[in-house]
Structures are given as C-alpha cells and as structure tokens.
C-alpha cells in the first residue's frame, strides 16, 4: 500500500474531517445540546468550499437540505430555551376499568 500525498488525498481527508464535523453536531444535538446545532450550520461553509474546489456538485442537494433542517432546529430549540413559559408534556392519565359489583 503506497501513500501519495496528492490532491485526491486531501480530498478524502478533508471529506472525513467534514463527516466528522456533522457527526459530532448530531451527537451533540441528539443531547439536546444547542452548539450542535450551531456547529452544523457553521459547518456547512465548508462543505459548500469543498463542492465549489473539487466540483462535487452531486453532495450540494444533501448540504442544502441539512442547512435547512439545521438552522430550523436551532431556531425552535433556542426559542424553546429562551421561553418565559415552560414547556410541559401534558400528563398522563390511567383509565381505571372500574365496573359495578355483581351479585353471587
């Protein structure tokens, strides 16, 4: 196995350290965790640098649709953490089956 430090190897090291990227912003979205969401979409820059320098025209469509999903999460999560009023999960409430007594 020969190593070429050339431009296709760079190529797939930036790739994997841009999947790396958006990896880490859902694990940390998936926590419930804003910077997530703000590591995405600021990761989007350079994947859209990535598709312009090595014409990768096809990855645009995917980057374009998790920007949006991105920017739309973290606008609701913010505005649900910056809430004045809670937000509370109705309760739940058992049914008891509770029928009349039967004569012996």
Do not use: C
Request: charged share 10%; proline share 7%; glycine share 8%.
């Amino acid at each position: 196995m020969e190593f070429n430090f050339d431009g296709d190897f760079v190529r797939q090291a930036v790739a994997i350290l841009l999947s790396a990227n958006q990896l880490i912003a859902y694990w940390l979205a998936g926590n419930k965790n804003n910077l997530g969401w703000l590591l995405g979409v600021l990761g989007g820059v350079p994947w859209a640098v990535f598709i312009i320098v090595w014409d990768v025209w096809g990855l645009a469509p995917l980057v374009i649709g998790l920007q949006v999903i991105y920017i739309r999460n973290l606008m609701r999560w913010w505005r649900e953490s910056h809430s004045v009023d809670p937000v509370i999960d109705p309760p739940v409430v058992a049914t008891a089956n509770i029928s009349a007594p039967t004569a012996p």
